[in-house]
């Protein structure tokens, strides 16, 4: 299939510093391979009576981008923080390498997991420079000065979140997006083999959010996120886990998880689901205003079994194209 807009998009990729032999590395791979990274094992969380996550199960190799998506409330972000150590599980293990990481102490947990959050630091009297330089410190003995290694790699990763001109400005001055790509870098500077980021994409322009998840895949380390663009995530992550009520109801590559029929059970809405024509995951245009006829069909029913069909006036909409 040929996109009409082919021309336009090549120039714009190529006005980026993206050649067009490098458009197709953004294709994704389906994520086999031989050393699992991360490893969940029948993961549980309960607050109180409540449970927030339920038997997650998941294995992601080493160097490749899992993406946790879901609707709100689905337990994404409760899932990163077991990953994280925030939160302890009710039951089940996670292992790094091999490790339960409940069994790593906190220096040397730093040392292997960078975590980047939504809620920005109260770093309000620091640097731009003076934030990432924080990644350093659990690779770094007490008192130790900072050396000219310390402030090149500081240096390249300002520089690789395009906020090098920004380094001397105070963190608290920075936009929303400028903030998210300093809270990156420290995380780069950080040298870690796991990095977790909760909704990283948020802030950024879709510029940034395109050439910040492509930055993240290009560190070579492992790497989960949660994000609610289910677009950004299909051309981007290497596998997904599709979580919804704390149960994870799919998993693998976008191919596999990204169907019409899933999308409509877990987040109520409806869509169209084709191969983008770049990277051929899945592309989703939504359909507007068949909430209601999906909840009066019932094919919203997250309890009940997806029906693999569509409002009629949603395939009328499609025109035959599929
Ligand atoms: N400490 C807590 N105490 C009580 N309930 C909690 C706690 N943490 C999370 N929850 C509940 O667990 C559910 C999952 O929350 P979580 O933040 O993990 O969802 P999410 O998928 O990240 O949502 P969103 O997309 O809205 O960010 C929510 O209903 C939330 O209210």
Redesign the pocket.
């Known amino acids: 299939m040929s996109a009409p807009n082919q021309q336009v998009q090549t120039e714009s990729l190529q006005a980026h510093g993206v050649s067009e032999g490098a458009n197709l590395d953004v294709a994704v791979g389906d994520g086999a391979c031989a050393r699992p990274a991360l490893s969940v094992r029948e993961l549980s969380w309960r ?1 109180g009576e ?1 449970a ?1 996550l339920s038997e997650v199960k998941l294995d992601l190799p080493e160097g490749k981008m899992l993406g946790i998506i ?10 990163l923080r077991c990953l994280y150590r925030f939160l302890t599980p009710s039951s089940g293990e996670i292992q790094l390498f091999g490790q339960p990481i409940a069994s790593l102490s906190a220096r040397a947990f730093a040392r292997e997991v960078a975590v980047v959050l939504q809620d920005t630091p109260q770093h309000f009297d620091m640097t731009t420079a003076q934030l990432v330089a924080l990644g350093l410190t659990p690779h770094k003995a007490a008192f130790s000065m900072t050396t000219k290694a310390d402030r090149l790699a500081v240096s390249q990763a300002l520089e690789t979140v395009g906020l090098k001109d920004r380094a001397g400005q105070t963190y608290a001055s920075l936009s929303g997006g400028e903030k998210q790509r300093a809270l990156i870098a420290r995380a780069i500077v950080q040298q870690p083999k796991l990095l977790i980021l909760d ?1 990283p994409t948020n802030h950024l322009d879709i510029r940034y959010q395109i050439q910040i998840l492509e930055l993240l895949k290009a560190l070579g380390v492992t790497v989960v996120i ?1 994000i ?1 663009d289910l677009n950004l995530a299909s051309a981007l992550c290497d596998q997904l886990l599709l ?1 919804d009520q ?1 149960k994870a109801v799919a998993q693998g590559s976008p191919k596999q998880v990204l169907s019409e029929v899933q999308i409509a059970r877990v987040f109520g809405v409806c869509c169209q689901v084709s191969p983008h024509p770049q990277h051929g995951n899945p592309q989703i245009n939504y359909f507007y205003g068949y909430h209601n006829h999906l909840q009066n069909s019932g094919k919203n029913d997250r309890h009940s079994e997806p029906q693999g069909e569509q409002p009629l006036e949603a395939k009328e909409a499609n025109h035959g194209e599929r």
């Not at 709100?72 to 409760?78: E, L």
Request: hydrophobic share 20%; net charge positive; with cysteine.
């Open positions: 607050c409540r927030i879901g609707p709100n409330g689905a337990g994404k972000s409760s899932l909704e949660s609610h979580l704390g």
